[in-house]
Each structure stands twice: as structure tokens, then as C-alpha cells.
């Protein structure tokens, strides 16, 4: 499979773990490798188990984990479905600062208004360990974006991650008061 294919291979199985409606996703957001392959086969995408493999197993994209019996896939995060109970780890172990990266069209709800960050349709606001790879998030809409730093003891929610191997933590809900805009930092060749 090319590289461009497996790009796209991994967002459709980001899509379907993350937000479909019409999977039999359990409630910790498992789903078999062979309802992937069926689903992305609907999409006009075929694959074998073996492709999905690549893309969730060991070595693959790191938004995934793969099961210890090896037969079923979840998403580390993203998760839009209000069926899926997300259970965070590490609560007590968040780095001292952590990074989130938005378009600057959204300045205004987040601190003008002052909504802070919310999930918007997702059941957690994503915050990075590393500011460059919040930024790379943060421009996927091929947009400017503004960087904030945020200091994780502060959070009046917890702060935890899905699986230890994740750099993504997660909460529900960031107040604008602890949102500190940064500079975005240089992209190092």
C-alpha cells in the first residue's frame, strides 16, 4: 500500500472508530478488526484485515491500540459518540504544561466570549506534551493558528490520557482565564 493510500487509510479508520454511528463499537470503543474492514468496504475502500493491521497494529499510526488477542481496534481519542465510556489514566501524572493549537478564526469564541476550550462534538478537548505537534494538529484546516500553553495543575477537570503509550491527554473543558497565547515555534528541518 502507498503512503498516500495508508494517510488515507488511517483517517477512514479514525473516522469509523471515532464517530460512526453505524458499527458495533462497544462501550469502551472496540470494534473488531473485520467490522473495520467491512465498514471501509461500504466507503468504497477495500482492504484486508492484514492492511487494517498495519495501520492499528505495532509500528502503525499511534492514534490506534490494538487488542491483546490482536482481533480489535480502538482510537486512542476523538471519540463523538456519547455511547463510548473513555476511562483516563495517569490522572495524576500530567506534564506540567500542556499545548493546544487552533485556528485563529476561533480567537474569538475561545477568549473574546470566553468560552475557553470546549470538546465542540467530541466527549474530550485534546491537549499535546509538545507544542510543535499541537501546532501540526492545529493547521490540518490549512489555516493560521494560535498556540496555548496551559498549566495542567490549574484544570478544574482532570487531566488523563487513554493508554500510557499516548502523548494526547485529555479533559472536558479548559476555562479561557488559563489559556496563555504563546509564540508558534519555527518548524525545524
Not at 36 to 57: M, Y
Amino acid at each position: 500500500m502507498s503512503r498516500n493510500n495508508a494517510h488515507r487509510l488511517g483517517g477512514a479508520i479514525a473516522f469509523i472508530l471515532r464517530h460512526a454511528d453505524d458499527v458495533p463499537i462497544d462501550s469502551v470503543g472496540w470494534l473488531s478488526l473485520n467490522d473495520i474492514v467491512a465498514r471501509l468496504a461500504k466507503d468504497g475502500i477495500v482492504v484486508t484485515v492484514e492492511d487494517v493491521l498495519r495501520e492499528v497494529g505495532p509500528g502503525g499510526n499511534d492514534r490506534f491500540e490494538l487488542s491483546i488477542d490482536g482481533t480489535k481496534a480502538r482510537a486512542f481519542y476523538g471519540h463523538s459518540q456519547p455511547g463510548v465510556s473513555i476511562e483516563l489514566i495517569d490522572t495524576d501524572r500530567a506534564p506540567k504544561y500542556l499545548y493546544h493549537a487552533t485556528p485563529e478564526y476561533n480567537l474569538d469564541a475561545i477568549l473574546d466570549r470566553r468560552e475557553g476550550l470546549l470538546p465542540q462534538k467530541r466527549l474530550f478537548v485534546h491537549l499535546s506534551e509538545d507544542p510543535m505537534h499541537a501546532v501540526r494538529v492545529g493547521k490540518r484546516r490549512g489555516s493560521a493558528v494560535a498556540l496555548f500553553e496551559i498549566e495542567t495543575k490549574e484544570l478544574p477537570q482532570p487531566v488523563g490520557r487513554t493508554s500510557p503509550d499516548s502523548s494526547v491527554w485529555l479533559t472536558e473543558f479548559v476555562p479561557a482565564k488559563l489559556l496563555w497565547k504563546i509564540a508558534v515555534p519555527e518548524e525545524r528541518a
